[in-house]
């Protein structure tokens, strides 16, 4: 098991950046870890990012690619999303998720479903 606890999120101007933390605790280095945003108004979490238990794969939705970075210490039990020029569709409430099954399939990582654990969220506003 392990519990995750984000933090980093708050007002940030269009074109700014924001570094979202996800700390985590138990066996965190064995997990998959996902980023996912829900958006204002929204009920489902969409996929923003993530990166496998040894940091050897990244994934990134195509809204996001080249923008933000995920990355992950797990001697520090951390895993970072760095937001780069951030725009106003990126706000929302931001959840970081952990897998502990191998995903055969990689698009299976972009699911929210298949995630086991979550994070309770961190709101990011992004003014104009």
């Known amino acids: 098991q392990v519990q995750l606890v984000e933090s980093g999120g708050g007002l940030v101007q269009s074109g700014g950046s924001l570094r979202l933390s996800c700390a985590g605790s138990?066996?965190?280095?064995?997990?998959?870890m996902g980023w996912f945003r829900q958006a204002p108004g929204k009920e489902e979490r969409d996929f923003v990012a993530?990166?496998?238990?040894?940091?050897?794969?990244?994934y990134y939705s195509d809204s996001v690619k080249g923008r933000f970075t995920i990355s992950r210490d797990n001697a520090e039990s951390t895993v970072w999303l760095q937001m780069n020029d951030v725009r106003t569709d990126d706000a929302g409430v931001y959840s970081c998720?952990?897998?502990?099954?191998?995903?055969?399939?990689?698009?299976?990582?972009?699911?929210?479903?298949?995630?086991?654990?979550w994070g309770q969220g961190t709101q990011v506003t992004v003014s104009s």
């Open positions: 138990g066996r965190f280095g064995d997990y998959t």
């Open positions: 993530a990166i496998t238990y040894n940091s050897d794969t990244t």
């Open positions: 998720a952990a897998r502990g099954e191998y995903c055969s399939d990689s698009r299976s990582y972009k699911t929210a479903r298949i995630y086991d654990y």
